[in-house]
């Protein structure tokens, strides 16, 4: 079945630091990829999304690259701040049947000042 | 826009006890989602609806969970009995049809602690 598989974390880096979040994925296809965000205390929310190869997505400073050649879609970020810690997930949406939306485990991002 | 209401937040039951959950989505969003995030796993989705139809309920343990979407809006999610197993946050989310399909707004969550 489809699957994705993140980088373990936690990740813990000082401010304006680079940051990268691994993200590879096996999937039917080329599914859409994205990457959620859920800060303390709040739901999910979409980060960032790419729908197909070589498509870059970007929002707040992060961005992600579509590689079918990998099957990766790594979140980087070229420096990062106190607001940016989180739980980062990336997702895959699948092309078959109900073309559910399946995440990978999440990272912890700590950002220390 | 109001977002994807969850309610209740917190909800603190005993093994073999029911528990329900209720979700109000984006208004005009056709696609509703419930999923089971265990602490440290990512999000799993339990069942999907299109409208009040059910898309994929695969992955739902349908001895003891079942869920509803009345008129296409609302949707409540039931465990009965409970396991230790079902402690979990339940998210609620919705889509859109069409080009938007592809972007789940989701809930705050439900956190359900089994005993």
């Known amino acids: 079945g489809n699957s994705v598989t993140q980088m373990e974390g936690p990740v813990t880096l000082s401010e304006e630091a680079f940051l990268t979040i691994n993200c590879t994925y096996t999937a039917t296809g080329y599914p859409s990829l994205f990457w959620y965000v859920q800060y303390p205390g709040e739901g999910l929310q979409l980060l960032l999304k790419a729908t197909k190869a070589d498509d870059k997505g970007s929002n707040k400073g992060f961005e992600a690259t579509y590689r079918k050649e990998t099957t990766s879609f790594h979140l980087e970020k070229g420096s990062v701040q106190v607001s940016d810690s989180a739980v980062y997930f990336c997702?895959?949406?699948?092309?078959?049947?109900?073309?559910?939306?399946?995440f990978g485990q999440g990272t912890r991002l700590t950002i220390n000042p | 826009e109001a977002g994807v209401a969850q309610s209740p937040r917190y909800k603190i039951i005993e093994k073999r006890q029911s528990v329900a959950f209720w979700c109000n989505p984006i208004s005009g969003h056709a696609t509703l989602y419930w999923y089971q995030q265990i602490l440290g796993q990512g999000p799993k989705l339990l069942i999907q609806?299109?409208?009040?139809?059910?898309?994929?309920d695969s992955q739902l343990p349908k001895d003891r969970f079942s869920a509803e979407r009345l008129k296409g809006v609302d949707s409540t999610l039931k465990i009965q009995p409970a396991k230790l197993e079902d402690s979990a946050v339940y998210l609620c989310?919705?889509?859109?049809?069409?080009?938007?399909?592809?972007?789940?707004?989701f809930g705050a969550g439900s956190r359900l602690t089994v005993l």
């Open positions: 989310a919705s889509s859109p049809r069409g080009t938007g399909a592809n972007v789940l707004t």
């Open positions: 609806f299109q409208n009040n139809g059910v898309v994929d």
């Open positions: 997702a895959l949406r699948e092309i078959q049947g109900a073309q559910k939306l399946v």
